[in-house]
């Protein structure tokens, strides 16, 4: 056998590559295995896509009379375009077969190619090869799968695959002798050998350091035996090489797509009710039925502040579900925290899956907070894992409800629809999202959650909003409930949210009505001088809720022990403070712990454990940690997996954290803790500056009784602040002056800068006059760092702001008359100036369509309709032009349903047209001077409209008769 490869070269690296080399001594293969993948390598093919770029494959055997297949990468066969028009130019170079038939010159072939399977998940493709393969007898010898994953560390791999076509293409490919493999017609064949990483091993993929070049994708990956044991589909990685999917994954597929077609539907249809069974459970497990059965529907409104177009929320998720409801696919809900999100997508999922027999749509909920922004581009599949093949094969829609889209980990924008690849799902399919208002504030999210670039005619998203509960909305809500709090009727309720109307304000949420009504024994116990001194916050509420949750842990576990443990609730607050604390500065929602696992870290080609530090709350061979752990509102998420029971409880003890800094660290302590996060920075943390706020101001508006228009005031003295945490929050901002990039380091930069953007965006929440402090010091906000702050509003006249940072700050309507700006970082900032909107012609007219998302002005001869942009404050585009009046347009009015524009003109004509295509459907021609007005009936059936002629003409809008005047 070692007499074949006399006198010829061996395989060896060379700078990272595979080369040909005389010398023997660099040898890695054995001359038995080299034989092997010699004979494994008659099966790899190169395969050319319809943009003439190069790919590797190799072939399958035939099997039932099915024609031979090539396997790739998935994200090839994407490229290749292989679709029923396109897929014959794309091409794979065969050359395969020893015994070719007499009178065929070469074995070397170009056979055409057609998609037999692509999953964008497991990035594998199979691809039916032309017939004319097994006519001229071209067939594979048939390729070995390896049976199980890789199970061994560092098992060697050898990977075969086209590293470019030719020799131009790659100058170190081109280093390789043809003859090892007997040459290929489709470029130059090259082999490249490694390790699999333990490391970096997962469910579906492992990595592998072999030396891979583009044009690699879709190569075998062998063991020295010459079993196939994966796929390779990318490469490159710094670290961590290249990646495989296992073969047993191909294996699989691949006997998948072999079965008959009565067995295929039959597996694939089973897969709706696997998923089905599988909610029953966790709806069982999180008991739903109960949380069903004291549910108060919410109600919707197509914008946050217009509450006079709300309409209930079920109707309008049903409507958007219909399937003769085709143009939106994307269903934006967004709410305040605690308008119940969560659970109405918890209930929708349970009523979708409820009327699958009649709807046929399959139902898929996404708990957005166990993602992060790069995670949530594959949530999907992460979700449905090998479901989610035989779910698209089934052919049905399925509704996608990513929930808690503001809940991401470390915050960030992910396009869920496009990086999911949803269009690829069957037609139908929809997505509900949801989000709290404040996340999607300065974002342009109609592009990044629509499927594809909104269209101003034909938009993809629909969008609304969670209502606040109505007065009747929160009787009911605490009619269902009381039986549940010993002792409390309905009436109680009220006749309390009767006496102090700020806190009914405060509970229009579901959630704030639930802290509420567990908070409600403290607050009836509470004692104040008199009523009316009280002004109740969203603090208070939180504060006494968490009192009594902590009173009533404290009681269970002394009743569960029998023993009296001393500062028990003081315990269990320092937990859940210290724990929200850390996860507020990992920017996590929840946190993963494995008890007993330590964390392992690749470093250095060496393995480093060290302890996991989450095990200071989690550990349960800590007893002390076990107890305290026991009175934090905690909840198990899954697994290993657990979160609060509410974002807005980490929320509240992140501010009584920060809270306490200000009130017991010292300055050094005390700027680490406010320096932590930037609280108007991505992700923003508008609620715990909310808090934050509240504390300062809550106890002095008490004790005065009182409530003062603080910005119109000439001093502070009506806020009565605090002298103490006033001057601590001043020290923060004069503390950022010491911070020089270079000097100091940039993380010591970064927390004197967050901890001063922190100070002063409360401080300007709370209403306070920094005019008046420049007064006392006039060269103290000289030079401050305070970039991404909040200032908005602010009252800066006079002051001296010369080399200050306020680059990314928020502006808006900011008082600077007399300030000195020299110097300023004014980069990035907003001043939420609305645009002007530029016209070429005098603008007779402007009005909003009731939705507030469209406007249509009248300038000149002409009728602009504008729409707005979602996300971009005061920005608007055009979407059109309604040309064909003779004369100006002299007044507009949108029709009740949005889709038509009803216009007057100096000629006396009324003329109806529609606001997406442009067409006119009815010109009315009755006034005898000019028209002056005009208005559409509230049911849309007619058209009052009125001129100088002293006349008031009816129209009815369908037929364009005119009607009594």
């Not at 099997?63 to 897929?87: K, R």
């Not at 799902?425 to 629509?450: C, F, M, N, V």
């Not at 107890?627 to 509240?652: D, I, K, M, N």
């Not at 001063?756 to 929440?765: D, E, P, Q, R």
Request: one cysteine or more; charged letters at 20%; a neutral charge.
């Amino acid at each position: 056998m070692a007499a074949q490869y006399a006198g010829k070269p061996v395989l060896r690296f060379d700078d990272n590559h595979i080369v040909l080399s005389r010398d023997a001594g660099m040898c890695f293969l054995t001359v038995e295995q080299l034989t092997r993948l010699q004979e494994c390598a008659k099966s790899v093919c190169c395969i050319e896509t319809t943009h003439a770029c190069i790919a590797t494959g190799f072939l399958l055997p035939s099997i039932n009379g099915w024609p031979p297949i090539v396997v790739t990468a998935g994200h090839v066969a994407e490229f290749s375009q292989l679709s029923a028009d396109l897929a014959p130019h794309s091409i794979v170079w065969a050359n395969f077969s020893p015994n070719h038939p007499p009178g065929c010159e070469t074995p070397q072939r170009k056979v055409k190619l057609s998609l037999a399977f692509r999953d964008v998940f497991t990035d594998l493709a199979f691809m039916y090869i032309d017939e004319s393969a097994v006519v001229h007898n071209l067939l594979p010898k048939g390729l070995k799968f390896y049976n199980s994953k890789v199970d061994t560390s560092f098992d060697r791999v050898v990977t075969i695959g086209f590293p470019g076509k030719g020799d131009g293409v790659n100058p170190a490919a081109a280093q390789m002798e043809k003859n090892i493999f007997g040459g290929h017609i489709g470029g130059t064949l090259c082999l490249s050998q490694g390790k699999v990483t333990e490391a970096l091993r997962q469910e579906k993929f492992f990595w592998h350091d072999s030396p891979t070049l583009p044009g690699s994708s879709g190569s075998p990956v062998f063991n020295t035996a010459g079993q196939v044991i994966g796929v390779h589909c990318t490469g490159g990685h710094p670290e961590k090489g290249g990646r495989a999917l296992y073969s047993d994954r191909v294996k699989t597929a691949y006997e998948h797509l072999l079965e008959p077609s009565a067995a295929l539907i039959s597996k694939t249809s089973n897969v709706a009710e696997e998923l089905h069974k599988a909610w029953e459970r966790h709806a069982l497990e999180i008991e739903l039925e109960q949380l069903e059965s004291l549910y108060v529907p919410p109600d919707c409104q197509p914008r946050k502040d217009n509450t006079a177009a709300r309409q209930p929320l079920r109707e309008t998720v049903d409507a958007f579900l219909k399937p003769e409801q085709k143009r939106q696919r994307v269903l934006l809900l967004q709410g305040d925290a605690g308008t119940g999100k969560t659970t109405l997508s918890l209930l929708l999922t349970n009523w979708l899956w409820q009327d699958f027999a009649s709807r046929k749509v399959v139902p898929i909920r996404i708990e957005m907070r166990s993602y992060n922004a790069t995670t949530a581009e594959i949530c999907v599949a992460d979700t449905l894992g090998d479901k989610a093949v035989k779910l698209k094969e089934l052919g049905l829609p399925v509704v996608f409800i990513f929930d808690g889209y503001d809940e991401l980990a470390g915050g960030g924008y992910p396009r869920l629809w496009q990086t999911n690849e949803l269009d690829e799902w069957p037609p139908g399919t929809k997505a509900i999202i949801t989000s709290r208002p404040e996340y999607l504030a300065d974002q342009d999210y109609e592009t990044l959650l629509s499927p594809t670039v909104p269209d101003p005619a034909a938009s993809q998203l629909e969008e609304w909003f969670v209502a606040p509960f109505t007065r009747e909305q929160v009787s009911a809500y605490m009619k269902n409930r009381q039986e549940h709090n010993t002792g409390i009727t309905a009436e109680q309720y009220e006749n309390f949210l009767n006496v102090n109307p700020e806190v009914r304000d405060l509970v229009s949420t579901p959630f704030l009505l639930k802290i509420f009504l567990g908070a409600f024994p403290r607050l009836q116990s509470k004692q104040f001088e008199t009523v009316s001194t009280v002004r109740f916050t969203r603090g208070d509420l939180y504060h006494a809720f968490m009192d009594e949750w902590f009173r009533t842990e404290e009681r269970k576990l002394v009743e569960s022990t029998g023993q009296s443990i001393p500062q028990l609730k003081e315990t269990f607050t320092e937990f859940s403070q210290t724990l929200a604390f850390e996860m507020f500065k990992e920017k996590i929602n929840q946190v993963v712990y494995h008890q007993n696992v330590e964390r392992r870290h690749f470093r250095k080609g060496n393995f480093a454990t060290e302890p996991n530090p989450w095990g200071k709350w989690f550990s349960n061979s800590d007893p002390e940690v076990m107890r305290a752990r026991r009175g934090c509102p905690l909840r198990s998420l899954g697994g290993a997996t657990f979160g609060f029971v509410h974002q807005s409880f980490l929320e509240y003890f992140v501010a009584e954290e920060l809270w306490q800094a200000l009130q017991q660290r010292k300055d050094e302590e005390l700027a680490d803790a406010w320096g932590v996060r930037c609280l108007t920075k991505d992700p923003k943390m508008p609620a715990i500056i909310s808090y934050l706020v509240d504390k300062l101001l809550g106890g002095s508006i008490r004790k005065l009784g009182k409530e003062s228009s603080a910005r119109q005031s000439q001093d502070n003295s009506s806020l009565n602040f605090n002298v103490n945490i006033q001057e601590k929050l001043f020290w923060l901002i004069a503390s950022s002056k010491l911070a020089h990039p270079g000097e100091s380091g940039s993380k010591n930069l970064q927390s004197l800068q967050n901890a001063a953007s922190n100070a002063i965006t409360v401080l300007n929440k709370s209403c306070f006059q920094f005019t008046l402090k420049a007064r006392e010091n006039p060269t103290f906000f000289r030079g401050i760092q305070v970039p991404y702050a909040d200032l908005s509003m602010a009252q800066m006249w006079g002051v001296d702001l010369t080399q200050a940072d306020f680059s990314c700050c928020l502006l808006a309507s900011i008082k600077l008359s007399g300030a000195d700006l020299s110097g300023c970082n004014m980069a990035g900032v907003d001043f939420a100036q609305w645009p002007k909107l530029k016209f070429n012609n005098s603008v007779r007219t402007v009005v909003l369509r009731t939705d507030g998302k469209s406007m249509a002005v009248a300038a000149g001869a002409e009728v602009h309709v504008l729409s707005k942009i979602p996300g971009r404050v005061g920005n608007w585009r055009k979407d059109g032009v309604l040309r064909g009046y003779s004369y100006s347009v002299t007044s507009v009015a949108w029709s009740p349903d949005g889709s038509q524009i009803v216009s007057t003109s100096s000629d006396g004509t009324v003329g109806v047209c529609n606001a997406h295509t442009e067409q006119t459907s009815h010109v009315f021609q009755r006034h005898l001077h000019h028209a002056r007005c005009v208005a559409w009936s509230p049911d849309g059936r007619q058209i009052v409209s009125g001129g100088e002629d002293r006349e008031v003409q009816i129209w009815e809008a369908k037929t364009g008769t005119a009607g009594p005047v």
